[in-house]
């Protein structure tokens, strides 16, 4: 209960003060990233994505499992995000270069992977037998 | 003020990840999906360079032209290289997850109040996920492209199993020692690596052929997870709903994989499964009957109903173009014409129905096994091309089998069998397969390019003769 309360204050004491709201956009860096309380959040929005998943995913037609590979495969490259973040921001050069790395791989898959999901989906023809020329 | 306009951002790419699955239930919506997602990713990296301290932009466009100019050609891959592009794919996910967790440990080496038990668990998951996933899908793209220095059929040794399980607890017990003491026990994190990269290699290398399609999946998941844990390090909800997305993807993938095989994920993890059974052959002895294009032109003439039983044989033979002229110059002759699709065949989940749709073919033809079984005692001619374990009817009967309990595409059921095979040997499993000496099975020699090719010609002159 306490925990809530904590971080409740952390937030949103300086409506005036855009400096300090600034600082409190990153809450990564702050003290609250990282405590049970936020982590407990996370577990449960990764239960509930999960279902979300397994639910949506079971409906997806057995026709198009390899382009529901490449998109899924996409989506996960997500992981660019973070990559961002750690290649953008002021680090040692060698933290960066980690970064910048995560980052082209992320970006790859994005490119490749949406790209080549569209190929694949462009190929499945209407049934009908329209035939083309 | 950019606080919500990041975190609206994300709110937004989270719902339209879900809806990009969604899409993909129908064929009709699928690309829906695609646009769904680009826009998703497209929202969730403008957010992210709202993010403040964001100062090095040189490093993030030289990255993000680097990822274009690779990620650009490796989408023109032909679809028979398809899996190969999706376990490389996978590996960039996993190696990327791995290198953000890494550099957010050593950053955090500098203010040890950021590495709370759970973030550095987080990144421990993060890393050991990330760096496995790397090496395992190098490895399984490398057999799928069948490169020369990495063996293709499985290979075990001694005591493989104990010493890989062993390798990934020790593994385990480093990230667990790390976070009780993640700065004065810096010095395990290059060995969780370590141990991370060489376990993926080690937990591949007894895989064969066969089980690609399962192996593929599981990967695909562990880069899904690699993200979650990402999201659990970076607390990003967006990075870890979008990995849990791809993590269930994967683990549903994999499941129907492993059901279409009759197998158990431990199976396939543990089973080195695809060396050439040494039985001793009651049935050397018994013969094939042989049949010409000729005539089985003419038998495919009076069937009414013909369903094609395509396998990766097909797509090795680059076979697709001429089944497509042989499934018109069927129809043309109201024959009605169906492919029965088993979940493993390709290399990877529906790799088959890609290919076959490349080819043009309609894909209300292409059918799922447990719809087309019901079909067979009504069919006048089953075509088997390159397909061999998902047709043989020892799956059924055979306990001694290893394919036993494997469901399977019922082409005995039909009036007739033609099956087009190479020569006799021994399919992707390794297991003779009782089909091709059954009464009714008549076998096609030779490569399925050039046997389809000339009952394709046989259709045509005779169709122009009896006009």
Known sequence: MDLGAGSVQNRPVMPCAPLLAAATA???????????????????????????????????????????????????????????????????????????????????????????????????????????? | MSFWLVEGAYLVASALFVMALFWMNDPKTARQGVLSGVVAMALAILGTFLTPGIVHWGWIAGAVAIGCAVGVPLSWVPLTAVPQRTAISHAFGGLAAGLVGTAKFYLWQGEPENLTAFRTFAIAAEVILGFLTFTGSLMAAGKLQEVKFIPQRPVTYPLQNVSNIGLLLLAVGCGIALVFQ?????????????????????????????????????????????????????????????????????????????????????????????????????????????????????????????????????????????????????????????????????????????????????????????????????????????????????????????????????????????????????????IENELYFADRTYMLFGDAKAVVGDLVKQLQSGGSAAL
């Open chain 1, 26 to 133: 990153q809450p990564t860096a702050t003290a609250e990233g990282g405590s049970p309380a936020e982590f407990t959040a996370l577990l449960f929005v990764f239960l509930l994505a999960t279902f979300i998943g397994l639910g949506v995913v079971t409906r997806v037609s057995r026709l198009l499992h390899t382009p529901l590979m490449s998109l899924t495969n996409a989506i996960s490259a997500i992981a660019v995000v973070g990559s961002i973040v750690i290649a953008g921001q002021d680090h040692a050069p060698l933290v960066n270069l980690l970064g910048a790395i995560a980052l082209a791989a992320s970006m790859t898959n994005i490119v490749s992977g949406f790209l080549i999901t569209d190929r694949m989906l462009r190929l499945f023809k209407k049934p009908g037998g329209d035939k083309r020329p």
């Open chain 2, 182 to 430: 993640p700065v004065a026990l810096a010095f395990l994190f290059p060995v969780i690596v370590g141990l991370a990269l060489l376990f993926g290699v080690l937990l591949i290398i007894p895989i064969g052929g066969a089980d690609m399609p399962t192996v593929i999946s599981l990967l695909n998941s562990y880069a899904g997870l690699s993200a979650v844990a990402m999201g659990f390090v970076l607390d990003n909800k967006l990075l870890v709903i979008a990995g849990a997305l791809d993590g269930s993807s994967g683990l549903i993938l994999s499941i129907i994989m492993c059901r279409a095989m009759n197998r158990s994920f431990t199976n396939v993890l543990f089973g080195a499964f695809g060396q050439v059974q040494q039985k001793a052959g009651v049935a050397e002895t018994r013969t094939a009957k042989r049949e010409t294009a000729e005539g089985a032109a003419q038998v495919l003439e009076m069937a009414s109903q013909v369903v094609i039983v395509p396998g990766y044989g097909m797509a090795v033979a680059q076979a697709q173009q001429r089944v497509r002229e042989l499934y018109d110059e069927l129809t043309k002759r109201r024959i009605e014409v169906k492919f029965a699709i088993h979940p493993v065949a390709g290399r990877m989940p529906g790799h088959m129905n890609v290919l076959l749709a490349e080819a043009d073919i309609p894909y209300d033809k292409l059918i799922e096994m447990d719809d087309i079984n019901p079909e067979m005692p009504q069919t006048d001619v089953v075509l088997v091309i390159g397909a061999n374990d998902v047709v043989n009817p020892a799956a059924r009967h055979d306990k001694t089998s290893p394919i036993f309990g494997m469901p399977i595409i019922d082409a005995d059921k039909a009036r007739l069998c033609l099956a087009i095979k190479r020569s006799m040997n021994p399919g992707f499993a390794g």
